[in-house]
């Protein structure tokens, strides 16, 4: 989605509203993550006093294979975020600024950008996963695989 910020920036209480859905083909799949709802974005953008915030309602389920077992398993996350829009820095140099180009934001940019930041480097399908028997591979969640394979 992308929007106009032409009016935004030039009158103060102007808003625009959103309240979409990013589909999971513009997200990829991440470090092997995947998104099979895409992800739900809600939000404004307006101008207070001059300022121009953009804010967003973030919310995805995330599928992923366990890092430490392999099981496929999916888990919820959301966040929420503010940011302020600028036609250029003056000198401010924070990632709580986003400057546009023609007074035109490409929404689902600044979106995915912070969504790459909340998935973690690690997901386990629970905390205490006993993960696989490293000699015969077998899914110690599922019980003691009885190989032997620590004696040796
Ligand atoms: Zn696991
Ligand atoms: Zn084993």
Do not use: W
Not at 34 to 45: I, L
Not at 129 to 150: F, K, Q, T, V
Request: hydrophobic share 35%; aromatic share 8%.
């Amino acid at each position: 989605m992308v929007l106009n910020l032409k009016h935004l920036y030039d009158i103060v209480g102007e808003e625009i509203p959103f309240d979409y859905v990013i589909p999971s083909d513009l997200l990829g799949s991440p470090s092997g993550r995947r998104f099979p709802d895409g992800a739900g974005v809600k939000g404004r953008a307006y101008n207070r006093a001059g300022v121009v915030f953009l804010d967003t309602d973030t919310a995805f389920v995330l599928e992923t294979e366990c890092d430490r077992c392999l099981k496929t398993f999916t888990k919820e996350f959301s966040f929420a975020s503010q940011r302020i829009l600028v036609r250029s820095l003056n000198g401010e140099d924070s990632d709580d600024y986003i400057v546009t180009e023609n007074d035109v934001l490409d929404l689902d940019d600044a979106v995915i950008s912070e969504i790459l930041l909340q998935i973690p480097a690690k997901m386990l399908c629970s905390d205490d996963c006993r993960g696989l028997c490293p000699h015969c591979g077998a899914d110690l969640n599922l019980g003691s695989c009885g190989c032997g394979g620590e004696e040796q």
